[in-house]
């Protein structure tokens, strides 16, 4: 009979799963010599647990398969729950176990002891803890949770009284099917297609559900054939090209007021896959009516917006009814949209010789390849990334921003890099998350992965500088380091190459990208670039 540890990693494999992110514990080190034996499934040491829910969430998101990670008793939990909850307000599906005490000792005060069903409980979809007669049917239950729209973390407690060792008592159990999205209603369909039709100038606004619905096709074909102009949330970017005539922009990030320019002219808005997890309606909807098309209920304030339609589940068969009629006439104006997309582009384009952030991007963006995957860390640069990152095609820039914590930029391109070992991938990092996360460097190293870590160095938490001086402050404590500062040569054997101009930043790049392994590429940037381009307005 097989012990739990041995039935986890079975069932665990038996799922699809191929990695569990974490740093042991005693408890754990019986689950570890489980997924030791069990071949395709590996345990994946890094240097700070709230890393694995950001590895565990890009492993979802470029291979469809569900990630697991783990955390210890008190301290460690709490270190992971940062990842879970990006993982939750990403709508990334993740297994995230933790140790727990006994039942016993877990309402009694000892060391690290702390509830890990509480703590985890607003951050997943559900949380719940295995026994030897529940070990298959909970992670069953588990994955199914988790995957089912809408997808996000579960938490699994793994008590430590020996239990791990002790004999998986129950038979083998049927695995829950998947659930199927209903499809809209008919009559709201064709209400849906009549609002449509009848608006002058209607837009379309897509956020990171459609990604996850694979509604791409269709929402090109739409733009194509009306030829209507789309909006992206940040999460969105790739589902059209920034170079298609019908393009607007990225809604809430850099020169946001060009975008708005276009988008509060919009008689009617359709919402496909948008999820205010990133950004509300309210925030940058002009006042025109709203068709909703998403796996759940509009957020919406019905009493400053209008709700006209609401199609929920299944989008595509909605999308599909919508690219299938003859074209329908609207009053857009494609060229002056075109315009205001040029002036956008210009604006974010670097000036001859300089070397700022808008330079490291553009850069950065000549150097890797089509495909290649680069992930972003939060602050100033992300808004400038949203913006101004040509993004051929979905997952091939990817951010945290439902969550939007800092330190995803590290482990994020870690997990990348294991998920498509045959794509270029890079990270562009600020100072401020560099800081929190420079240890997985070491991870990097040890799984002697190549990944070019770019390191904008400013000196600064430059979004909170900037929103300080928007409201009159004065800078404070947002200097991160003192005169004293100096590049460092290596983080853990991976070189560090400086640049304070864009020759030797080209240089650097070059030479990264043909590197085997881990290389930091250090840009040494003025911060004042961000200022006038960041916050400035969604109307």
Known sequence: MATVAQKLASTLKEMGVRYVFGVPSGNWIDYMAAIEKTQGLNFILVTSESSCGFMADVCWRLTGRVAACFGTFGPGACNLSTGVCGGFLDRAPMLAFTDEMSAAMRPRITQMNIDNQALFRPITKWTTRISPETVQQTLYQAMHVATAEVPGPVHVGLPADGMALADAT?????????????????????????????????????????????????????????????????????????????????????????????????????????????????????????????????????????????????????????????????LWDLKALAERRREMFAELAPQKDSFGPKAVLDILRQALPEDGVMTCDVGAHLHLIGQQWRTPAPDLQLMTNGCSSMGFAIPAAIAAKLSRPDQQACAVVGDGGFLMTVGEVATAMRLHLHIVFILITDNHLSLIRIKQANKTYPYYETRLYGDWYASAKSFFGAPVLTASNAGEYRRALDEAFEASGPVIVEALVDPDEYDGLLLRGNR
């Open 170 to 330: 129950e038979s083998n159990v049927p695995r829950p099917a998947a659930d199927r999205l209903p499809v809209p209603d008919e009559a709201l369909i064709e209400k849906a297609i009549g609002l449509f039709k009848t608006a002058r100038r209607p837009l379309l606004a897509v956020g990171l559900t459609a990604t996850r619905m694979d509604a791409g096709t269709w929402i090109r074909k739409i733009v194509d054939k009306h030829r209507l102009p789309l909006v992206l949330t940040p999460m969105a970017k790739g589902m059209l090209p920034e170079d298609h005539p019908c393009y607007t922009g990225v809604l809430a990030h850099a020169c946001s007021d060009v975008v708005a320019r276009t988008h509060q002219q919009a008689d009617l808005v359709i919402g496909i896959g948008f999820d205010p997890v990133e950004l509300n309606y309210e925030d940058w909807m002009p006042d025109a009516p709203l068709i909703h098309l998403d796996t759940r209920k509009a957020d919406l304030d019905g009493s400053t917006h209008t709700l006209a339609c609401e199609l929920v589940g299944d989008m595509n068969p909605t999308l599909q009814r919508l690219a299938d009629l003859d074209p329908v006439e609207n």
